[in-house]
């Protein structure tokens, strides 16, 4: 089966840092993605984590441990329009068709 | 962007009515996915097409069914629409590239009464 956990919501300030957890038990692992969504919009992706190690992209990084099974989003220099859904999802190597199972999300509130 | 929209957009419907939503691309990729997005949930699969007349069922496929007679098309069929199918359904595609990511549609608003 497939369980993937994130917080559901957070708060955080302009200008500040903030890291969203997510942990996952599934029964196989082929990489691990990170999606925006913003309130009616639809996700858009942000990263992609296969191996162990932190991926930087600008003002976003995303970590994996996969022997922890953990993975965070970074966001730095928050800025209002992050206020957002962040979306965890895993791959499953075994499906034919690409198969994501996604977590809960975790709605991020900035404040001023 | 990828090229990919959903119709209708918005739709009301009373239970028991069959319901069916259209997901085009123009991509063409290979791999189409119809999932739900509900509160508490997150987005679920329902459904999902790995080529031309190959479908199978995702997480939440009871009361769905899929086809996909062409490349750029993926259609969801509620044959019986229950109040519990409420939701926002969401489109999505995917093909190769550097992480083989899934793009999403704009999503259709279900309301069923």
């Known amino acids: 089966g497939q369980n993937i956990d994130q917080p559901t919501e957070m708060t955080a300030t302009e200008g500040a840092i903030v890291q969203i957890n997510c942990t996952y038990q599934?029964?196989?692992?082929?990489?691990l993605f990170w999606y925006q969504q913003h309130a009616g919009e639809a996700p858009t992706f942000l990263s992609y984590?296969?191996?162990?190690g932190l991926e930087e992209k600008g003002r976003f990084s995303s970590f994996l441990s996969r022997s922890k099974g953990y993975s965070y989003l970074l966001l730095k220099e928050l800025q209002m329009k992050d206020s957002a859904s962040y979306l965890c999802?895993?791959?499953?190597?075994?499906?034919?068709?690409?198969?994501?199972?996604f977590g809960g999300g975790t709605r991020l509130m900035v404040k001023p | 962007d990828a090229g990919i929209t959903q119709s209708p957009r918005h739709k009301v419907t009373e239970t028991g009515t069959p319901v069916t939503l259209r997901c085009h691309q123009t991509?063409?990729?290979?791999?189409m996915y119809w999932y739900r997005q509900d509160p508490g949930h997150g987005l679920r699969l329902i459904h999902y097409?790995?080529?031309?007349?190959?479908?199978d069922k995702g997480e939440v496929s009871d009361g769905y069914s899929v086809s996909r007679s062409k490349t750029e098309d993926f259609l969801l069929t509620l044959e019986s629409a229950t109040s519990s199918q409420t939701s926002v359904y969401f489109c999505?595609?995917?093909?190769?590239?550097?992480?083989?990511?899934?793009?999403f549609g704009p999503g259709t608003r279900l309301t069923v009464l």
């Open positions: 999505a595609i995917s093909e190769g590239g550097l992480y083989n990511e899934q793009f």
């Open positions: 999802a895993v791959r499953d190597p075994l499906s034919a068709g690409n198969m994501l199972t």
């Open positions: 097409s790995y080529g031309v007349k190959d479908t």
């Open positions: 599934t029964s196989g692992f082929n990489g």
């Open positions: 991509e063409n990729h290979r791999y």
């Open positions: 984590n296969v191996l162990d």
